[in-house]
């Protein structure tokens, strides 16, 4: 059966040694995927898969994604949450594996939020 | 003339796959640090058994018997639990059953099965992005996986990668690439299986 061999790993390991001294450590941006229930039956794995692919086709290092639950607006799912270093987080609403392409790129990346995805900006402000 | 209809994307947990990733986010949401995911393909007994087991802190009884409650959710943030009962039905629809076995405070057990030939036995789907998006997701979690179509098996342990990777994370963007690569061909391997008068044989 294919497998995942022992000399693949340490190739990988091998480059990584190489270029960990390069890294400034710490990360850039964490996505953090909704994956209830709600979240799984209206996309959000296509959309998580979507900016893997991405990510990794760019070899992109400094940004981490993980997963979380409900988050309570299921009606508005498949959702996003982007935080980058020192930023207030920005949720994004009904996802699709372009839009999550989209916000990388241009979010994530050049930090510039795509406003047109986002369910709101800015804090909840009660003065 | 007459209106188009919009047209409204299917939504639901349409394959296997797509149930499998949200009972094992349960598990996650559980606290579990190692969780078990086993397929198994019995074209002979004409079943198709999916088993689910984690290290997370369990349910009591009176829980597991509210987790076929639709109405039931130990969640705070909205009011209604919907993934085991979901489950449920996929199997019961394919005249299968769900089954739970767990211990509060040891882990949890979710075994379901399925007639394998029923017209109505939702398709497996793409274990590969599964598998992936939880590998990447939770890097901190282990995932045992396994695949057996009658003789033919596949299995995948990120335990073991990371003995392997030493310092460097699993979400790293190559070892994604390369857990990505290795589901791929097990999965496909075992997609291709052909049947013969033996059962399924590698072709």
Known sequence: MPKLTIEDLKKIKENYQATATLREGGFRAKVTIHMGTCGIASGARKVMSALIDEITRQNITDVTIVTSGCAGLCSREPMATVELAEKSPVKYVNLDGEKIKKILLEHIIDGKIVEEYALGIGNEATY | ?203
Do not use: W
């Open chain 2, 1 to 203: 003339m007459i209106k188009t209809p919009c047209i409204v994307e299917q939504v639901g947990l349409e394959d296997i796959s797509l149930h499998i990733m949200d009972i094992v986010e349960n598990s996650i949401c559980a606290g579990a640090k190692r969780v078990k995911i086993q397929i198994i393909e019995d074209k002979h007994k004409d079943l198709l058994i999916v088993e689910i087991s984690d290290d997370g802190k369990g349910m009591t009884e009176e829980i597991i018997k509210d987790a076929f409650d639709p109405f039931f959710t130990t969640k705070t943030v909205h009011q209604v639990g919907l993934g085991l009962p979901l489950l449920a039905q996929s199997a019961k629809e394919a005249e299968g059953e769900l089954r739970i076995v767990s211990k509060h405070g040891k882990g949890t057990k979710v075994t379901a099965t399925f007639k394998y030939s029923h017209v109505d036995r939702k398709p497996l789907g793409n274990m590969t992005e599964t598998m992936v998006v939880l590998i990447a997701g939770n890097p901190s979690v282990d995932f045992l996986y396994k695949h057996k179509k009658d003789r033919l098996d596949y299995s995948l342990d990120t335990r073991r990668i990371k003995v392997e990777l030493e310092n460097v994370p699993i979400d790293h963007p190559e070892v994604i690439k390369a857990i990505q690569k290795a589901f791929d061909k097990g999965e496909r391997v075992i997609k291709d299986a052909k049947i013969n008068h033996r059962g399924f044989e590698k072709d």
